[in-house]
């Protein structure tokens, strides 16, 4: 037993000989703090500190050892392992991370790209060679020589319409010949868009590829674009006689004619959308491509607000539209937000933003210890895989077999990539004699995910800032849970507790002898020298005072306590002036509230707040005796010098 001990005993200084090695300021509990931690802490918002007593050292080093206890208290009841606490902290972990995750100069670059192109709308058509994103390479070729074809026609001086509405394999080209209408940014592809903006009206540009085929693209034409329209409408369904209807929209638009001013009205009797009609037609603002052709293009052209297009059909009603507003482009500082959302949302520019990212996440995460093991996935493979309806074999748990290492620590394994397969499935059946290649091209993209998830798992080791971030949301938010629990709950919950503390306290919540005092003003001198005569022999009570509100005087109650309340007053005097405004001003005291201790259901919320502060000073005097605090005084004396002097 006594060499037992000895063993222990050397353990342990050798164990704090190790902390004086690596320079320590505290430990607290289990928890070892440096002075970089303390000082970090102690400085990051010195300067926001309102209370003059966290900006002495002494006195900070005894909140900090404070907050130390109660995470170490909080650890030890297990509150960091609550699902709940790891789900919000896992959360905001997500949401701090985006930042590293992406180029931050491409996305300004793509937000203000995008920005330019909101001040024009480009009006377009198409040629298509359909081609899906997933295509096999003979595909690819194929859709290839078909847009090259059709490409060298148009160069031979074929009208673009009769190629689109013969050839092109989009399905509205037969009807369209191609015209797609009036563009805005984030309204097709990212690389449709990018040509359409780049081609000069009238031209057609190269071949672009999008992820549903090659297009050609024929700008043609450009207009300043519109942020936003908003219109009134006055609609009349065509329903089963569209002669009728076109016949009632013309009486209608006869009665506009005649009186401009009766659009609400006749709105509010003839339209038959009900929702609009009872606020005189009047509709949400929209956008471009946020409403059926020709209703867009009518709302559009109107110029002027208060302006009233004629009838137009729409293939379910005739409509009548009056400008009511048309807003232009924002700032960008104002839509700046708005931008990097959509931008992120779209695939293709998300790509561009994210690329320098994973190429540095190559680096910085490297793979090893390859055994190209990942083939024998074909086994497991069939048919059902390139139709999107493939499922994890019954053994995919025990497919255990390593496949590579990341950064020399997380090893992967088949079973990470088999279930990695089944959310990555495709929808090709043909694709299935190619199934080789497409699994090594799988692998590739496996291993580039695995990397990116390694990276964002792991920020804390390749940034600092990033550690100690989420460390402080980490700490506060283990600290908000364990004295809400601790704490704030328990004082809610304990009504016997908190009327003892109320008992106890009685006198520390006494309120002193209180005057309440009237302030008259009234622009009849007669009037207000009575009221003044009643009010210095006290024969006016509150109610007397409170009925003056109704007879045109301005009347004003403030409660004051006996030390600020004004010499003249003091014993029941009243005061009579003539204000510079020509009105005349009356003050006395109307009322004494004498000292009393104010039952507890009147300051409940002031009791319960001492309470809670009594609760806590109690918990962290147990916390002391709970869990040692041992400080290198020697760190201590120079960090001190540091900012006291």
Known sequence: MKKLLLVWGWLWILGFATLDAQEYLMVVGSDTVTPGEFEYMYTKNLDLVQD??????????????????????????????????????????????????????????????????????????????ALPAHALPRDTLKAWRKIRQWQRRLQRGEKFEAVAARYSEDPTASQNKGHLGWINVFQTHYPFESAAYRTAPGRISGIVR??????????????????????????????????????????????????????????????????????????????????????????????????????????????????????????????????EKSVLKDPERARLAYAPVRQKVRRLVPVTDETGRYRRALSYLDKSFFEGRWKL??????????????????????????????????????????????????????????????????????YPDFARTAREYYDGLLLFRYKSRQIWEKALKDTVGLRRFYEQNKERYRQPTRYRLVEILMPDKKRARQWYRKLKRGKMTMEDVM?????????????????????????????????????????????????????????????LSDYQQELEKNLLQQLRQKYPVRINENVWKRIRKKYKG
Do not use: C
């Open 52 to 129: 003059p007593r966290q900006k002495d050292i002494d006195y900070y080093r005894r909140l900090f050892i404070d907050y130390k206890l109660q995470l170490a208290d909080a650890k030890a009841l297990g509150l960091d392992k609550d699902w709940n606490f790891k789900a919000e902290y896992r959360k905001y972990r997500r949401e701090l991370a985006k930042k590293y995750l992406i180029d931050r100069n491409i996305l300004d670059s793509l937000v203000r790209e995008a920005y330019d192109r909101m001040h024009s709308d480009v009006k377009v058509a198409h040629i298509m060679a």
């Open 210 to 339: 999008t992820p549903v085929g090659y297009h050609l693209i024929k700008t043609e034409d450009r207009r300043p674009a519109v942020y936003r329209v908003q219109v009134a409408q006055i609609m009349v369904r065509k329903g089963k006689h569209p002669e009728k209807a076109r016949e009632k929209i013309q009486e209608i638009y006869r009665q506009l004619r005649e009186n401009p001013g009766r659009f609400a009205a006749l709105a509010r009797q003839y339209s038959d959308d009900g929702s609009s009609a009872k606020r005189g037609g009047l509709l949400p603002p929209f956008g471009l491509g946020q409403k059926i052709e020709p209703f867009e293009s009518q709302a559009f052209a109107l110029d002027t607000v208060g302006q009233i297009s004629a009838p137009f059909e729409t293939p379910k009603a005739w409509h009548i539209l009056r400008l009511v507003n048309k807003e232009p482009v924002p700032p960008l500082d104002r839509i700046r937000p708005e931008l």
């Open 393 to 462: 074999p019954p053994d995919w748990l025990r497919a255990s077999e390593p496949l590579f290492t990341l950064d020399h620590d997380r090893q992967v394994t088949m079973r990470d990539f088999l279930r990695w397969l089944y959310a990555h499935q495709w929808k090709r059946p043909e694709a299935y004699r190619y199934r080789r290649a497409i699994l090594d091209r799988l692998y590739a993209q496996f291993k580039d995910d695995m990397r990116q998830s390694y990276y964002e798992q792991h920020l804390d080791k390749w």
């Open 547 to 607: 009925k003056l509100k109704n007879q045109g005087a301005r009347v004003r109650l403030t409660v004051v306590e006996e030390s600020a309340l004004p010499g003249v007053f003091k014993k029941r005097k009243a005061q009579w002036a003539q204000t510079p405004g020509g009105q005349y001003q009356v003050r006395a005291v109307v009322d004494v509230i004498p000292t009393h201790i104010p039952p507890l259901d009147k300051i409940k919320g002031k009791v």
